[in-house]
């Protein structure tokens, strides 16, 4: 059980950062619960309107996740943290942000309902 929520909620974290998907407002909309609430690595607060209008917009990056975890909180509610680690189009400069989303199930799927992402210190080269 542990092992394919583990895999939903990773499956769910990349969706929201595939460009695809990101440019796709009903796709967003679909993923983000109405009361979603982001605090973002900018410093600015959004809300899942701000999220589904503005997102679309945004220059796609390459993402790629690295040590994501799972924590049950209740049995519709899940805690998923990871290191976000952005890189440029050659790949030599990486920034790094932690991220953390509490996902729900409600209405017969999981929604993102909180996200935070903070900037770490490190920028590293491959």
Known sequence: MVSLLYEQIY????????PEI???REEISMLLADDFVE???SGRT???LQVVE???????VPVIIED???????????LATYRAVKTNESREEMRNSLRSSIWK???G????????GTRTMESCKE
Not at 11 to 18: H, I
Not at 109 to 116: A, L, N, P, T
């Open 11 to 18: 499956d769910l974290e990349d969706r929201l950062l595939q």
């Open 22 to 24: 990101r440019r796709s």
């Open 39 to 41: 605090f973002g690595v």
């Open 46 to 48: 959004f809300d899942k």
């Open 54 to 60: 503005e997102l679309p917009h945004s220059p796609a």
């Open 68 to 78: 994501f975890q799972v924590k049950v909180l209740s049995p519709d509610v899940v």
């Open 105 to 107: 199930f409600f209405d």
């Open 109 to 116: 799927r999981w929604q993102i309902v909180f996200h935070q």
